[in-house]
């Protein structure tokens, strides 16, 4: 059906009930447009959210005014914040439209907490997942990653993913709104608008139901990324051993399993193992002893009758920090992190989880290879330890050590990266939220 009030606010009455707060990250171009109005309509609770990434020049200032002007005539609440984009993105090394999309996300959690609100609204649409699905497929992703946007991941909601860019501008039309349009997706120089542009409609020449043949696509990929990393965790669990920091496979389970490539993709890839690399891994298993595979700071090597998976030695790692509301780190590892209400949460006690009372920590947390001298109060045990004692007793390997890192809050350790958490900032019953970060 198209787009209008009604059929918008069942499909919405599925994510949510509606009578919660929630925070509206606002652009001030057509489709955040869309989906302010629409949820003004319903009368939902907004805080609507707009970041000035101050990449454009006028063009991000006239923006800004705009949002202003429209959330003061709608009558709605609005929060503005202004981050100097392109000098803090050098800092971290990182392209400009990545880290932008990492910024506001970190941003609009923040702000979710800060306002008590249940959820993050975005107005990602069906033509954006047909772009992402394009986008991950030339970057060579997994199977999750042609799945493209769920409409629900974790506290972030995209309503109108249902909706066609199309029947978004029809409706803007019809209630005769006004919007801003944003003059950098007119150009090719970024991926995404690239496939916008040049891929999709030449796709599209070729089977002109291109796009509804990928949105009916990505629910069925979504259930089978499911199902494969389900099956995969369950090999990894009995097959993979555990040896400090290394991992280590028996070679000759994976020659006698039906999908070796498969589950040596779904192991490696959050390592920074790529498609090429998993290929070159298959051909490592008939390499002599000490041949070697690497992708990016981890690598695979042969030994004997096993592949071992551990960090390139020698490595520089710079001392990093984690803000609150922050989704992801990615550095020495992947660490996936989230927060959530106590009554929500389950105990894991892998060790390659933290899972921490998140009021009892100081941000923004800190990162960092362990120093001597450096303590900690591990679970489990009485008092405090030196870092140096407890990776004697954990048998780490002497060439191993100088690749362990710390999470820092404040002047405490709180977590020895994939191996323990301290006790004095373990859950406990008076517990609100729970810090929950893991490797992935």
Known sequence: MPLNLQEF???????????????????????????????????VNVVLAHMNFQLRGEESEGDEEFVKKLAKSWKLPLVVERADTQVLRKQKKKGVQEFARQLRYDWLEKLRRQHEASYILTAHHADDQVETMVFHFLRGSGIKGLAGMPQKENRVLRPLLSFSREEIDVYARRMELKWREDSSNSTTKYTRNAIRHRTIPELEKLNPGFKDTLLHLAPIYRETASLVREHVDTEIKKNVRWEGEEQTISIEWLRNS???RLFLWEWLRPFGFGSLQVAEVIDLMSRPTGSRVKGGIFEVLRNRDVLVLCRVHDTAIAPDQIERGQFEWTGQYSIRIEEIPLEEWELDKSPAIAQLDADLLEFPLTIRPWQEGDRFKPLGMKGSQKISDFLIQQKIALNQKSNILVLVSGEKIVWVVGYRIAADAAVSATTKWVWKAYLS
């Open 9 to 43: 606010e069942r499909r919405l009455s599925t994510l949510f009930s509606g009578s919660e707060k929630v925070i509206v990250a606002l652009s001030g171009g057509l489709d955040s447009v869309v989906l302010t109005h629409l949820l003004k309509e319903m009368g």
């Open 258 to 260: 039906d999908h070796p």
